[in-house]
């Protein structure tokens, strides 16, 4: 029973440390990214802003209003873009990993929000990742009964635990709207948006 305990410690051991990782090293590479977008961000800005004041200088007094109305359109869109490719970036970071720590991180997200008895709809991409087997290490981890079902989801990535009581979408897509939920300030904050 302690050889048993020790090979889970040592699982949820090292899931912690992939996902920890993998944390780590998508907070660097949107570091890298955040400073090539505000890069270019500078740029539009000042582009912007010397098509506004030209403009203005030609147009009557009405036309500067419009003008300066249309230049905060394109920075809000400008920035609404920004924004938007930082998270795509931890999508596609996410969906690209390897097997072992995509595996990780959905292990560590099941883990967490698993309720016993649940049944586990991978997604169809992940067809050749999520696997009986791969769940039944899950579901020893976490002590709880999960049965993989047959259905696949039309997701793209992640899983959906369908529960007694309620489901719990953790799709690739729903984890990075969760994260940038909780973020998005920060992040809007370090692109000096």
């Known amino acids: 029973m302690q050889g048993t305990q020790k090979i889970i410690d040592d699982i949820l051991s090292s899931a912690k440390n992939t996902a920890t ?4 090293e998508a907070t660097a590479e949107q570091e890298e990214s955040l400073a090539a977008l505000r890069a270019s961000l500078d740029n539009a800005q000042a582009e912007s802003i010397k098509k506004s ?18 230049a905060s359109k394109v920075m809000l869109r400008a920035k609404q873009q920004c924004v938007a490719a930082v998270y795509d970036g931890v ?7 390897s097997d072992a720590k995509y595996l990780a991180l959905l292990a560590r997200l099941i ?15 992940d067809e050749k990742r999520v696997t009986a087997a791969w769940l039944k290490k899950v579901s020893t ?24 009581r309620h489901d719990r979408d953790l799709s690739i897509d729903e984890i990075v ?17």
């Open 21 to 24: 990782a993998m944390i780590e």
């Open 53 to 70: 004041e030209e403009q203005a200088d030609a147009a009557y007094a009405g036309r500067v209003k419009l003008g300066d109305l249309e």
């Open 91 to 97: 999508r596609e970071k996410i969906m690209k990993a």
């Open 111 to 125: 883990t967490e929000a698993c309720e016993d008895g649940d049944e586990v709809i991978a997604a169809k991409s």
């Open 141 to 164: 981890a976490a002590k709880k009964k999960l049965t993989l079902s047959k259905e696949r989801g039309e997701f793209e990535g992640g899983v959906i635990l369908r529960g007694a």
């Open 177 to 193: 709207a969760d994260l940038k939920e909780r973020t998005i300030g920060e992040t809007v904050k370090k692109l000096g948006l």
